[in-house]
């Protein structure tokens, strides 16, 4: 978290820095048209003065004209070009930075997207791209203007006579002072009326996302007292809040009023000419220009907030793009075989609280591991760190003798495929999905593989066959992609496989479909298998017991039965359930391609 | 824009409103008033009549005092306004959810709506707190002293009205134009979004099979592609972003230049002709405003259709005298049944399911 204020504007603008030239110009003539602006105002003095002559001379009347509509044209070229420039900035700069989060996606754990993180990823896309672009796009430009123009305008004024311009400025110390007032009074409520803020949305979430339960339980009425209770409350401290600050802050608006400014001016011209330290005509330019100053104060208010959400986002994406990536190896090693080894792992989502400790396991070529435990006991994350979702705190896992990180990200995957439960399939044909590992695979292989994995039929029923596309005419239920994934991993034709149980629990129509699909694919080859019904793995040739992130228990299911263990407590309680009476289960390599 | 506002808020509300936007006329109406009264001090003052400028003043001096008067009573009754209104709102809002079919609130629908009970309450209310008042006043104000001028010098005011429907036409271009344009942008951005979200979720296929160049060429593409659209399209309304504040500061340039000829044909006094230059300049600078007002509008509405779809829903009907059921049996008698926007229609024949007895189905 930046405290000091030199770093809180250091995110933003270092991503501004590309398109700082643009910007910069883009400011400056924004700043040149705010100033052209007050052509037309500036030019009725010199008018009145040529016109109140005994003989006005035409052609100074009609220079000072022709000057006015100058400035006009001064103001239009430099204020589009100005836009022109902003917005091309700020498209740039938009496209840069999504180049730059894209690119580091690519290269982050596989295991960071979580579903908090997609949140993230999501919310840094949208709305925080949205307010920096906001900052660049319409709140600098609006501001430079807002702040130049009256800016140039007294100077101007303080030029002519600074004893008429600071009595036309009579009014604005009441200004600040009321002002601060209300900031005052505000800070001290702040937290008064944050905290209401924070109870009315809390009630409105709870209300809107709880609909459903609501009336499904008949609470309804109940639960609409309790909110119309909470918006009351909420309107009470809101009134009691703001209602004092609101009526300091219209007098303060009030005392720089258009209708004040022009008095004071003009009282000021009419006491400065009666005692004859000015002629009229020198009073125009302050009754013209008096209200121009007048007008920003308005809009400078809201300044800060545009800022401040701008920097927030800034940091926000900022740490984002400082994600952790996963190391790619200098020199990439190749591995020898295909035994897949953790040696001594420890890992955890967050430093200092360990998912998984010190766990060694070895998967011997060939043979089935099957990983069992309570709930949270961390099955699913060891397996995820084989197809190096994430890299260990400490320890290794081996593929072939060499530790992941040693190894190529093609070579790692070319040994190791993974089936988990969030199936994802690319937008592209089903034909293209199953060939993915292998491009050049033929229409034969590629049937094939679909049939093993029982979706050959599923496949044919769709509009164009193979042809289909994922997501467009091809629309697939969870059970149906979880075994076109698998067809996919058959065609990978991997030494190692990764599963998770869970994928065939997605759909329970195609769930027997599933278990022959991934029978299939188990068939002669090393895998790591997640298991849950404790039935279908009573063959595996190694049945490792998970307790709170440790190995308890290893060996076959008749060594681990008769050890009187955690499985032995495990396995009675799963029978007494009856849960393996319904019969589905992982054969052994009897299933072939 | 108005009906959907009451629609939204309620007819209850429409009093407060009413008693503000009259609030705010009077503010305008005397705004307009006291820029007019410098015409007079001017003149004095240009033809050295410092007892006439005096009086003058005074008079000038009782409206300013009046014109801040009125200033801070609208802006209590807006504020009244927006109290009020903010309650009307989250309690009709509340009311009409409790009154929509459970299956109306799909996963889908659950984060907008909450952005909108909760930021978007808010935003409609700030309203009253901001946007009515510009809004008002930038339109009153200028017609006021265009009522004036037309007792002054008909034909400054003649030139005045001309300028109005130039204007107009500018404003009602201008954010047309503009509206358009952030549609398509903000469209483009929200491609560009999608691609990438995609590609994110799609990293362990991406990476397992290799796809890693292919799918990264193809999204900077896609990115790129989607790039281009903004920028050409920003480009080709730069013009229309200014265009507002261009045309007031052409509309006073020509109101000056016409005066300059009045002037110099010698038919109207100079001083008085001054003097009127300057009123001028208090017509056409309050419209900026306009601009201003208009894009908080903008925001406001986008949010009011939201709301507005909401309460346009319709809902379960419920009977006015509710009976309980005798037991527990369900009974569907010709029941059917469609899911919005699905083409078939589910059929049921009779079917009694007597009392304690399970059915599957499948």
């Known amino acids: 978290m930046s405290v000091n204020r030199r770093e809180e504007g250091a995110a933003l ?8 030239g643009r910007i910069t110009a883009g400011v400056a003539l924004q700043a040149l048209a705010g100033i052209a602006s007050l052509g037309s105002f500036v030019a009725i003095y010199p008018l009145a003065v ?5 003989e006005p001379d035409g052609s100074t009347v009609w220079w000072i004209v022709a000057s006015a509509a100058l400035a006009l044209v001064v103001r239009f070229v430099a204020q589009s070009l100005s836009y022109l420039l902003m917005h091309d900035a700020d498209m740039e700069f938009q496209l840069r930075l999504r180049r730059r989060i894209a690119d580091r996606l690519s290269r982050v754990p596989l295991g960071w997207y979580s579903s908090r993180n997609s949140a993230t990823v999501k919310k840094a896309l949208a709305d925080d791209v949205d307010s920096m672009h906001y900052l660049v796009a319409h709140a600098l430009p609006d501001l430079t203007m807002a702040l130049v123009t009256p800016v140039a305008a007294l100077v101007y004024l303080f030029a002519l006579d600074w004893r008429l311009a600071l009595v036309t400025l009579v009014t604005t110390p009441v200004f600040g002072v009321l002002f601060r007032m209300t900031g005052k009074r505000g800070g001290r409520q702040h937290e008064r009326l944050a905290g209401a803020i924070v109870g009315i949305n809390t009630a409105v979430i709870e209300f809107v996302q709880g609909i459903s339960v609501i009336k499904a339980f008949g609470q309804r009425d109940k639960a609409s007292e309790r909110f119309n209770k909470a918006v009351d409350d909420y309107m009470t401290t809101f009134t009691a809040v703001k209602g004092p600050l609101m009526s300091l802050s219209s007098l303060a608006y009030a005392s720089v009023s258009p209708a004040a400014m022009l008095a004071a001016s003009l009282g000021g011209g009419t006491l400065f000419v009666a005692a004859d330290w000015t002629r009229p005509v020198d009073i125009l330019p302050f009754v013209l220009l008096g209200l121009a100053i007048s007008a920003p104060l308005v809009v400078v208010t809201y300044a800060p907030q545009a800022l401040g959400q701008a920097r927030q986002a800034a940091d926000r994406v900022a740490e984002l793009l400082a994600t952790p990536t996963l190391a790619e190896p200098e020199r990439p090693l190749t591995p020898s075989g295909h035994v897949a080894e953790f040696h001594d792992v420890t890992f955890g989502y967050t430093a200092g609280s360990p998912v998984l400790r010190n766990i060694d396991l070895t998967l011997e070529p060939g043979t089935v591991t099957a990983l069992v ?9 060891l397996a995820a760190l084989l197809p190096r979702f994430f890299d260990p705190d400490q320890g290794s896992v081996r593929v ?24 994802r399939l690319l937008r592209a044909t089903v034909a293209d999905n199953i060939k993915m590992a292998r491009p050049n695979a033929t229409s034969a292989e590629v049937q094939a593989a679909a049939r093993a994995a029982r979706c050959h039929d599923r496949i044919l029923e769709l509009p164009r066959g193979y042809d289909s596309v994922v997501g467009e005419d091809a629309v697939l239920s969870g059970g149906e992609s979880q075994r076109i994934a698998i067809a996919r991993a058959l065609l990978a034709d991997t030494p190692i496989i990764v599963l998770d149980e869970a994928t065939a629990f997605v759909d329970p129509e195609a769930e027997a479909g599933i278990y022959d699909a991934l029978s299939a694919l188990i068939a002669g080859r090393t895998v790591l298998f997640v298991a849950h019904r404790l039935h279908t793995i009573v063959d595996a040739d190694q049945i490792v017991v998970l307790e709170h992130g440790r190995v308890a228990e290893r060996g076959t299911h008749t060594e681990l039965l008769d050890s009187a263990g955690v499985y032995r407590r495990l396995w009675e309680a799963y029978t007494e359930s009856g849960a393996h009476a319904q019969g589905n289960r992982i054969d052994a390599p009897e299933a072939a391609l | 824009m108005i009906r959907q506002l009451i629609r939204v808020l309620g007819a209850d509300q429409i009093r407060p409103m009413r008693s503000h936007a ?4 009077i503010y305008a109406a005397l705004q307009g008033t006291a820029f007019a009264l410098l015409v007079p001090v001017l003149r004095a003052l240009l033809d050295s009549d410092e007892e006439g400028a005096a009086r003058w003043l005074g008079v000038l001096g009782a409206v300013t005092a009046a014109t801040c008067v009125a200033y801070y009573v609208q802006a209590k009754q807006g504020f009244a306004t927006a109290v009020s209104s903010t309650g009307a709102l989250y309690r009709r809002f509340g009311d009409r959810l409790a009154q929509l079919s ?8 659950l984060g907008p709506l909450t952005r909108l009970a909760t930021a978007g309450v808010g935003e409609i209310n700030t309203l009253f707190a901001h946007a009515l008042q510009p809004l008002i006043t930038s339109i009153v104000s200028p017609l006021t002293v265009l009522v004036v001028m037309l007792f002054l010098d008909w034909r400054l005011a003649a030139a005045m009205a001309a300028t109005i429907p130039l204007l107009h036409v500018t404003y009602r271009w201008s954010t047309a134009a503009v509206a358009r344009t952030d549609e398509v942008v903000d469209e483009a951005i929200a491609q560009a979004n999608n691609r990438i979200f995609e590609f994110a979720q799609s990293q362990p296929v991406i990476r397992a099979f290799g796809r890693a160049q292919k799918e990264n060429d193809w999204l900077d593409e896609a990115m790129t592609e989607q790039h281009d659209i903004g920028r050409r399209r920003l480009r080709r309304t730069t013009v229309a972003r200014g265009a507002f504040g261009v045309t007031v500061q052409l509309s006073i340039t020509a109101l000056i230049a016409f005066t300059t000829m009045l002037a110099l044909r010698g038919t109207v006094d100079a001083a008085q002709l001054i003097a009127l230059a300057v009123l001028l300049v208090r017509f056409s600078e309050p419209v900026v405003a306009l601009s201003e007002a208009g894009g908080a509008l903008r925001m406001v509405r986008h949010r009011l259709n939201q709301m507005d779809e909401i309460f346009q829903t319709p809902s379960l009907p419920e009977p006015t005298a509710p009976r309980s059921p005798a037991d527990a049996g369900i009974e569907l008698s010709g029941v059917r049944f ?15 399911r007597p009392h304690s007895s399970s059915t599957g189905s499948t």
Do not use: C, N
């Open chain 2, 338 to 352: 469609r899911y919005p926007g699905a083409p078939e229609m589910a059929e049921t024949a009779e079917a009694p």
């Open chain 1, 373 to 381: 435990g309570p709930s949270g006991a961390g099955k699913s994350t």
């Open chain 1, 13 to 20: 603008r270092a991503l501004l820095r590309p398109v700082r």
């Open chain 1, 400 to 423: 072939g003798g060499i530790d992941l990180r040693d190894m190529a990200a093609q070579e790692l995957y070319s040994h190791v495929a993974f089936v988990f439960q969030d199936v």
């Open chain 2, 102 to 109: 459970v299956g109306w609130f799909s996963e889908a629908r």
């Open chain 2, 22 to 25: 009259i609030a705010v006329t």
């Open chain 1, 50 to 54: 040529a016109l109140l002559a005994d």
